[in-house]
């Protein structure tokens, strides 16, 4: 009998060893790449494993939500890009106690701002990005190039800064290089499939917040939102300083065309300052500046990615321990190859070195006077698919005025919310 | 080789329709039984229920002496020939025919000498490597006979055999598989609804009519004592003709005509012997009709019939005559003899007639050949 | 002469169309092939060029390098596989009985299948989750070829019933007759004879789980991952990489062109069948 006992709990001990304890964590491929140097440090201190499963980016939240609506997640952890927060708000563990003083005030207020769901932080930063603008160093820092242009506008080429300047380079570079009549160099390229770096101006035109404010009232017809449109499609359909395709062009695109040298500038995520292919002709010519300024001064929209616990976890505990841990090493995501973190003291540890100088852009537009997350509204997604693309697109038509048009699009946001 | 015996066999499909009804007959061993009827009339489905492919609603089916009604169709040891010749299009000629063989476990030289057998006797030596889709519609046939012959069943079975060959090849075949069928001695069930193949290669020949059996006979037996109108009217081509008739004392009336009823006839059916006006149904065959001024009869009686239509064959002339005698339907669907609205007679003249349409014809009737009926029963009287 | 020569005419057009809608079909295939041939940085270009303008392998060798992709390409092929091998194994005899024993139970059988092809797969992506996580067989082959199979069945059935169709019921009672078990008339005689469609079958089964997304994305993690959700983590938030993507999409495609060209007499066969009778 006892020895049946004895056995009894030997197998039971084998047994809890063999299963050590682990978390699984849902990632896209970013997230994973920013956090696995991160997970595993964790695990050699906490001795608790860390699964990630990647899935491609629209992957993380039809998962998370089947897995939520199953009621069984598999997952303790999700890495979930800002847009999502709002969805996944009312399935998500309250992390407020996570947020210590140390934490909160090491983070960009845009940042803490998007964590917030009510009364609750639901979700950790894990990393920030932000959109700012890329130049070729080898066209700005030619003296030819500098003296044609100041003569030509009567100040002198520095790295553009404002709406206006950002007009004039972008005409001043698009020329045709090898004689055949049509141009091989554009100043810049205007993506047209996606809307966010419109929505930057549009901060950066002084409104108080991107499609809707603060009290979640529409304002997609407010001037801001009209001035940035014009600016936005300036270069397209007044200045021809982009090619004209505008519609197929997205985040790839143009960074391709970049890379391939046949735009002179172009307003990018920060991240991809790391990435310039080897074999790019652009390699190592490229210089990096904050994001344009406009009357209320430097404004850029961040791309945060979050750290939730679903509801549904089984290890929460582990999970816990491992949010704390990632954000209290939170620089260890700059030695991945997308280079980001979203502490200040991250980037500013490794501000200045070779390599990372497009951290002092990155903060100093993460920090702008104007820089707002976008609303955190479970329509969101919406809003923009049904009410903003359609007048976002059609105005890079160049026919139609954009003020008519936001105020369609206005008017059918707000039958959206209703 | 095997007797079969078929005993109250009834067949009802999906609880409503009754295809077969008490089907009672016994076929002996090595007969030739053929199954002749008009399209419809169950010929298939009996068919198929000795072979084992249809469930048995009631009754009893032997095979030897066993009960068979249970029994699988592998288990029956019974050859089938489809109409369709369902040939397995993916195995060569020579797999076609050693199919049933290699299923009953036969060992491969045994196997080869008999599809070599089968082959010459049917002539499918040369083709036995070719796959069914490149050979001609009678070699198919020959190839479906072939599946059958190469083992020695109890029984074969063949449903309609022939009925997609042309005429032509129809005859020819009709001819080798009967020849066959009385060397190889096996009891073989034929379906067919061309009377003319049920007579030329039956032993004896069932004739049935709506899922019910008409007659069992031999078919001169069949042709001379046909049992009923359905019957009479079935067998023989072109139809028996009917008419409503009186018949009083030695006196036939037909219409406004009379002719007189020989004796001999008399003395063959005493059931009408001695009636006064007494309804009948009189049956004259298209051979007992001839016209009567060239005509080589020894005996006949003459009246006389418009002529509608003059078909000459050759060896003998189709005369279509109008009657002045009500008609009678057999109930036989396949015996046309319509032309209009207008039920016509057949008769077979000799070739030496010089009748045209329009013509009034004196015809010779063979009058000891006439067959009578009960109007009401439809029944032949004896 | 005259008549000859419209005769060629009309010929020629007809040739002519008929090469335009190959050309249709093919020419997005021909362009990715382009694009996973042309250096990393040369993918997009203004204006677009549909030739590399210098051939580059690197697009392959970073695919191939990857540590997901070769995993997910074999876990692609023993899912889709076995997800084939199942679908006909239940289904043929099914989709046989379906079509040759027509009953009003068989046709209400089909018609469900039919049914479960217009519900979208996203709603059973919830309930086939649940379904496998309390087996324990989510992120398992296994557990992913069932969920495949769910889908691909329907499918194949409908189209090896249309198959079966146009099978003559003699062929099944020629065998019995010949000494063969309903079983025996229907694996030696049936089933070779109707190779051309249960081989179309086989390959849409086939196609039906190499190609699944949805199910793939919610029911693996990390051992049993498919090569449609790695191809599609190419395009990640932090720069599409088309050149992999375009690559990998290639190499994916691979199987499909080669079990197509293996069973290309069986599929044309198949597409042109009616000929059973022989
Ligand atoms: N499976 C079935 N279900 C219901 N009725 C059937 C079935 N098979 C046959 N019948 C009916 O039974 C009757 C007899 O059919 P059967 O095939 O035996 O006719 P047949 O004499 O062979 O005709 P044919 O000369 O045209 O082949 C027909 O009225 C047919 O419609
Ligand atoms: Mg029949």
């Known amino acids: ?418 | 080789m095997a007797k079969i015996s078929l005993k109250d066999i009834n067949k009802v499909y999906g609880d409503k329709f009754h295809a077969i009804r008490d089907l009672t007959f016994h076929i002996e061993d090595g007969e030739f039984m053929v199954f002749v009827g008009p399209s419809g009339c169950g010929k298939s489905t009996a068919l198929r229920m000795i072979a084992g492919l249809e469930k048995i609603t009631s009754g009893e089916l032997r095979i030897g002496d066993e009960i068979v009604n249970d029994v699988d169709p592998k288990d029956r040891d019974i050859a089938m020939v489809f109409q369709s010749y369902a040939l397995y299009p993916h195995k060569t000629v020579r797999e076609n025919i050693a199919f049933p063989l290699q299923m009953a476990g036969i060992p491969r030289d045994e196997r080869a000498r008999r599809v070599t057998n089968a082959a010459r006797v049917l002539e499918l030596t040369d083709h036995l490597d070719r796959k069914p889709g490149q050979l001609s519609g009678g070699q198919r046939q020959r190839v479906a006979m072939g599946r059958a012959i190469v083992r020695q069943p109890k029984a074969f079975l063949m449903d309609e055999p022939l009925s997609n060959l042309d005429a032509k090849l129809r005859v020819q075949m009709r001819a080798e598989i009967a020849s066959l069928q009385r060397r190889l001695g096996v009891t073989t069930i034929y379906v067919t609804h061309d009377q003319v193949e049920a007579m030329t290669m039956g032993d004896r020949v069932a004739v049935l009519k709506a899922g019910v059996l008409q007659q069992v006979d031999t078919p001169q037996i069949l042709y001379a004592r046909p049992r009923n109108i359905f019957v009479a009217a079935f067998i023989g081509s072109p139809s028996m003709n009917l008419y409503e008739a009186t018949l009083d004392g030695e006196l036939l009336v037909l219409g406004e005509q009379t002719l007189k009823v020989p004796s001999s006839v008399f003395a063959a059916r005493p059931a009408i012997r001695e009636s006064a006006n007494r309804p009948v149904i009189v049956g004259i065959r298209p051979e007992d009709i001839d016209d009567a001024s060239v005509t080589t009869k020894p005996e006949f009686e003459e009246i006389d019939a418009p002529v509608s239509l003059v078909e000459a064959l050759g060896a003998e002339t189709m005369v279509h005559l109008k009657i002045d005698a009500p008609w009678v339907d057999a109930g036989d669907p396949d015996a046309v003899a319509e032309i209009g609205d207008e039920h016509t007679a057949v008769g077979r003249f000799s070739p030496a007639t010089s009748v045209r349409p329009g013509d009034t014809a004196r015809l010779a009737i063979s009058a000891d050949s006439l067959h009578f009926f009960d109007p009401e029963t439809r029944v032949s009287l004896w | 002469m005259a008549e000859r020569s419209t005769f060629d005419m009309g010929r020629t057009i007809v040739q002519a169309l008929a090469l335009l809608l190959v050309l249709s079909f093919a020419v997005p295939y021909v362009y990715l092939v382009m694009t996973s041939l042309k250096p990393a940085a040369h993918v997009q270009q203004i204006p677009p060029s549909f030739l590399p303008n210098r051939i580059s392998v690197e697009n392959y060798l970073t695919v191939i390098n990857t540590q997901s992709m070769p995993r997910a390409f074999l876990s692609s092929v023993a899912v889709a596989v076995l997800t084939t091998i199942l679908s006909l194994a239940l289904s043929v005899p099914a989709a046989y009985v379906a079509a040759q024993y027509r009953r009003p139970i068989t046709v209400f059988f089909l018609l469900f299948a039919l049914i479960t092809r217009m519900v979208p797969a996203v709603s059973l992506g919830v309930p086939l989750f649940q379904l496998l996580k309390s087996l324990g067989l989510l992120d398992t082959t296994f557990g992913l070829v069932l969920a495949h199979t769910s889908a691909a069945v329907p499918l194949v059935l409908l189209l090896l019933a249309a198959f079966f169709d146009g099978l003559p019921k003699e062929m099944e009672e020629a065998a019995r007759m010949d000494g063969c078990s309903r079983f025996q008339a229907f694996l030696y005689i049936v089933v070779p004879v109707m190779k051309s469609g249960i081989a179309i079958s086989a390959l849409f089964a086939f196609i039906t789980s190499w190609n699944e997304f949805l199910y793939a994305l919610l029911l693996t993690s990390q051992n049993s991952k498919t090569a449609p959700i790695v191809i599609a983590e190419f395009n990640s938030v932090y720069g599409l990489s088309w050149g992999p993507m375009t690559a990998a999409a290639v190499l994916y495609s691979l199987p499909v062109v080669l079990v197509t060209l293996v069973l290309q007499k069986q599929i044309i066969g198949g597409l042109t069948f009616g000929a059973v009778k022989g």
């Not at chain 1, 990096?288 to 945060?304: C, F, K, N, T």
């Not at chain 1, 006077?369 to 479970?378: F, S, V, Y």
Request: charged share 20%; with cysteine; net charge negative.
């Open chain 1, 1 to 418: 009998m006892k020895k049946l006992l004895c056995s009894g709990a030997l197998s039971l001990l084998a047994a809890t060893a063999l299963h050590a304890e682990s978390i699984n964590v849902l990632v896209e491929g970013g997230g994973l790449m920013l956090q696995k140097a991160m997970a595993e440090k964790f695990t050699e201190e906490t001795g608790i494993e860390v699964n990630f499963t990647e899935v491609p980016y629209q992957g993380v939240f039809d998962r998370l939500s089947a897995e939520i609506a199953s009621g069984a997640s598999s997952f303790d952890v999700a890495t979930i890009d800002v847009v999502w927060m709002a969805n996944f708000a009312p399935h998500v563990e309250d992390l407020t106690d996570l947020f210590t003083e140390e934490v909160t005030a090491d983070l960009p207020p845009a940042l803490l701002a998007d964590a917030r769901f009510g009364d609750r932080f639901i979700g950790m930063p894990t990393w920030a990005n932000a959109e700012v603008v890329f130049y070729r160093k080898d066209l700005f820092d030619n003296p030819d190039e500098q003296s044609a242009f100041a003569a030509e506008h009567g100040y002198p080429l520095t790295p553009p800064a404002t709406w206006g300047q950002w007009r004039d380079m972008a005409k001043f570079f698009t020329r045709d290089t090898d004689g055949d009549g049509k141009a091989d160099l554009y100043g810049t390229a205007t993506i047209g499939m996606f809307s966010e770096e419109w929505m930057a101006h549009v901060l950066q035109a002084g409104s108080p917040g991107v499609i809707l404010d603060d009290e979640g009232s529409v304002i997609l017809d407010n001037d801001a939102h009209a001035a940035a449109l014009e600016f936005y499609r300036a270069p397209l359909c007044e200045d021809g300083s982009v090619p004209d395709n505008a519609l197929e062009i997205g985040w790839g695109e143009a960074q391709n065309l970049f890379y391939q040298g046949q735009t002179a500038m172009m307003k990018f995520w920060a991240h991809a300052h790391k990435l310039t292919p080897e074999d790019s002709i652009v390699e190592g010519k490229v210089g990096i500046a904050p994001m344009l300024e406009g009357s209320a001064g430097i404004a850029g929209i961040p791309g945060p990615w979050y750290n939730v616990i679903p509801s549904t976890a089984e290890n929460k505990d582990g999970a816990r321990q491992f949010i704390a841990f990632a954000i209290a090493n939170n620089a260890m995501g700059i030695e991945a190859p997308l280079g980001l973190a979203a502490t200040n003291s991250a980037y500013e540890r490794y501000m200045g070195q070779m390599g990372y100088e497009h951290f002092g852009p990155l903060l100093e537009t993460l920090g702008g006077p104007a820089t707002k997350g976008r609303p955190l509204h479970a329509d969101y997604q919406e809003l923009v698919d049904e009410a903003v693309m359609p007048a976002f697109q059609a105005a890079l038509e160049c026919d139609g005025d954009v003020a008519e048009l936001l105020a369609e699009a206005a008017e059918t946001a707000r039958e959206i919310l209703n």
